[in-house]
C-alpha cells in the first residue's frame, strides 16, 4: 500500500494553491472596487476552487480511467498551462483592471479560482492522490480536510490583503509578480521533465518485457 503523508500534501497544495500569487493578482485587479465588492469576489473565488478540488479529489480515478491517460500525460498538460500562466505573469504589464461593461464579480471564476488557486498543477496532484488512493475513503477525506485549510487561509489572506500589503509599494507588488511568474514557470518545466521521466521508465519497462 502507498503511504500517505498528509505534512507533504498539506505542503504540496500551499505552495501550488495557495493564497501569495492570488493575493498579488487579486490586488492589482480589485483595488479600483469597494470593500463588500472585493469581499464577495474573494469569498467567490475561494468558493469555486474548493469545489473544483473537491471534484478532482472524487473522480480523479475516474477521468484517468474514463479518458485512458496517465498522471504522466496530465502532468504534462497540467505543466504546459502553468507554464503559460507563469510567462504572462513575468510579461505583464501590471494594472489590469475591470472592465467597466462586465460585472466585476466575474473575475471571481477566472482568473482566480482558475488558474490562480485551483492550479493546473494543484489539480495534477490530487487528481493523483485520488487515483492512487481511490480505495482509501479516510484518506480522500483527510486530503479534502487538508484542502480545506489550505482554502481557509487563502480567504484570510484576501480579505485582509489590504492590511498585508499596506506598507508594501506598487513597485515590490510588481517585482514580486514577476518573480513568482518565473518559479511557477520554472515548476512547470520541473513537472514536465518528471513527467517525460516517468513515461520514459514505462516505456523502458514495456521495452524490457
Known amino acids: 500500500m502507498t503511504e500517505f503523508f498528509p505534512f507533504d500534501v498539506f505542503m504540496a497544495l500551499l505552495v501550488t494553491m495557495g493564497p501569495l500569487k492570488v493575493m498579488l493578482v487579486y ?59 507563469g510567462i504572462g505573469m513575468v510579461l505583464s504589464e501590471g494594472h489590469t483592471h475591470i472592465k467597466t461593461d462586465r460585472d466585476p464579480t466575474e473575475i471571481a471564476t477566472y482568473p482566480l479560482a482558475m488558474p490562480m488557486m485551483a492550479t493546473p498543477i494543484g489539480i495534477v496532484i490530487l487528481t493523483t492522490i485520488s487515483a492512487r488512493f481511490s480505495n482509501e475513503t479516510g484518506t480522500l477525506l483527510l486530503v479534502a480536510a487538508i484542502l480545506a485549510l489550505v ?21 515590490v507588488i510588481n517585482v514580486s509578480e514577476r518573480i513568482l511568474g518565473l518559479l511557477l514557470a520554472a515548476l512547470a518545466v520541473q513537472t514536465i521533465l518528471n513527467a517525460l521521466q516517468e513515461l520514459g521508465l514505462i516505456i523502458l519497462k514495456t521495452g524490457a518485457h
Open 27 to 85: 490586488a492589482d485587479m480589485t483595488r479600483e472596487l469597494d470593500k463588500p465588492t472585493r469581499r464577495r469576489i474573494a469569498l467567490k473565488a475561494v468558493l469555486i476552487a474548493f469545489i473544483v478540488g473537491l471534484v478532482f479529489i472524487g473522480i480523479g480515478k475516474i477521468l484517468l480511467d474514463l479518458f485512458h491517460f496517465s498522471t504522466a500525460a496530465l502532468s504534462i498538460a497540467g505543466g504546459a498551462i502553468l507554464f503559460v500562466v
Open 151 to 171: 482554502m481557509v487561509i487563502n480567504l484570510l489572506v484576501l480579505l485582509f490583503e489590504s492590511v498585508i500589503l499596506k506598507y508594501i509599494s506598487p513597485d
